[in-house]
């Protein structure tokens, strides 16, 4: 579910905007509200919002010059409402990378549709933000788990069991008594088809699934632990950190996708 904050002078439009659109709906959680540019800065930079309504003409800090310096410390993406259609305004909103520019009153069935096509655009930023972090740290798993990608078909299975049930305890021996082989022969094949042992590609495909839990930005580190097959809280902090050379906090703290 991503974030959404609004950004309005106008308490009937803010309002308006706040509660009678159904966000859940659409895919979205209002997080926030602010009456102007000053407080703007302050709750984007508290509740970091995937994506920011803004009006231009607020007291105190207008809304360009509020996403100007919000982007400084947090990364979101930006809708501008105006009831002013000088050029001035709409390129200084082009050059702040806005994602569009609508004009007062909201059209809601217009910011409806530009809302839904922004949920897809930050899905996919973030999908390929997440990616590019495990090819650089070595746990390209969607390529390492790919069925084709194998000859030997015991490896196959040992892959497809890891992937459907990582959240349970399981070993190599548990694996190979399941597939009925030696636990040796499963080892060694494993090791010769993927470059990894067993126990390196679960806990990399279990990281890989926290990571995406943890960016999602919903649950608790231990709760994301727990729910990735890590019984030991301590334990999957020291694993996820060998993977990525961050702690889960420290990736929650610098998560960020592309604006």
């Not at 994506?51 to 509020?66: H, R, S, T, W």
């Not at 972090?133 to 194998?150: A, C, P, T, V, W």
């Not at 499963?186 to 990399?204: A, I, P, V, W």
Request: charge should be negative.
């Amino acid at each position: 579910m991503l974030k959404v904050l609004i950004a309005e002078d106008e308490d009937i439009i803010r309002k308006g905007l706040a509660y009678t659109i159904d966000w859940l709906s659409i895919g979205y959680v209002l997080v926030g509200e602010a009456a102007n540019g000053e407080e703007g800065i302050e709750k984007i930079k508290e509740l970091k919002p995937d994506v920011v309504l803004a009006d231009i003409m607020m007291p105190k800090v207008n809304g360009l010059e509020m996403i100007r310096r919000a982007k400084e410390e947090v990364r979101f993406k930006s809708v501008i409402l105006t009831s002013y259609a000088e050029f001035d305004y709409a390129k200084e909103a082009i050059e702040l990378k806005a994602y569009d520019y609508l004009m007062k009153p909201v059209d809601v069935d217009k910011l409806k549709e530009v809302m839904g096509k922004l949920q897809v655009e930050i899905k996919h930023e973030k999908e390929k933000e997440l990616v590019f972090r495990q090819k650089n740290q070595g746990m390209d798993i969607e390529l390492l788990s790919s069925g084709d990608f194998y000859k030997n078909p015991y490896v196959k299975k040992t892959i497809d069991f890891i992937k459907e049930r990582y959240i349970e305890k399981i070993s190599i021996e548990s694996i190979s008594e399941e597939l009925e082989i030696s636990a040796s022969y499963l080892s060694r094949k494993f090791k010769e088809e993927t470059g990894h042992t067993c126990l390196d590609f679960l806990n990399m495909y279990r990281v890989q699934q926290a990571i995406r839990l943890l960016d999602e930005g919903i649950y608790r580190v231990y709760q994301v632990s727990d729910m990735t097959g890590f019984s030991d809280y301590k334990h999957f902090c020291l694993v996820f950190k060998r993977y990525t050379k961050t702690s889960p906090r420290e990736f929650i703290k610098n998560k960020v996708y592309t604006s």
